[in-house]
Nanobody
Framework: QVHLVESGGGLVQAGDSLRLSCEYS????????LGWYRQASGKERELVAT???????DYAGSVEGRFTISRDNAKNTLYLQMNLLQPEDTAVYYC???????????????WGQGTLATVSS
């Protein structure tokens, strides 16, 4: 199994920065990609950024240039550095792991519990 635990959310003002962390554990060799998603109140969950096992990253257009996804394999930790935060970035941020080639793990998408980031104007 794979387990994800996020941290780092909080309340900041517009223009400030936050860094989210996601510690992953368990059958980490089964993780093919990691990502951050967010869900604002009353809206559907949306992709923020992803990073593959090979290190390729991709971003939603709304955050490109402001957010940076990275991973530290030695620490089994995924990060999301969020700069120039705006009120519209307010959401619960979820860590996601895509799991493949490990048939003993029945779920292909693993989710953390989420961490709330609130940006005031």
């Amino acid at each position: 199994q794979v387990h994800l635990v996020e941290s780092g959310g909080g309340l900041v003002q517009a223009g400030d920065s936050l860094r989210l962390s996601c510690e992953y554990s368990g059958d980490t060799i089964c993780i093919q990609a990691l990502g951050w998603y967010r869900q604002a109140s009353g809206k559907e969950r949306e992709l923020v950024a992803t990073i593959t096992k090979g290190g390729w990253s991709d971003y939603a257009g709304s955050v490109e240039g402001r957010f940076t996804i990275s991973r530290d394999n030695a620490k089994n930790t995924l990060y999301l550095q969020m700069n120039l935060l705006q009120p519209e970035d307010t959401a619960v941020y979820y860590c996601n792991a895509r799991v493949e080639y490990c048939p003993w793990i029945t779920e292909t998408e693993i989710w953390g519990q989420g961490t709330l980031a609130t940006v005031s104007s």
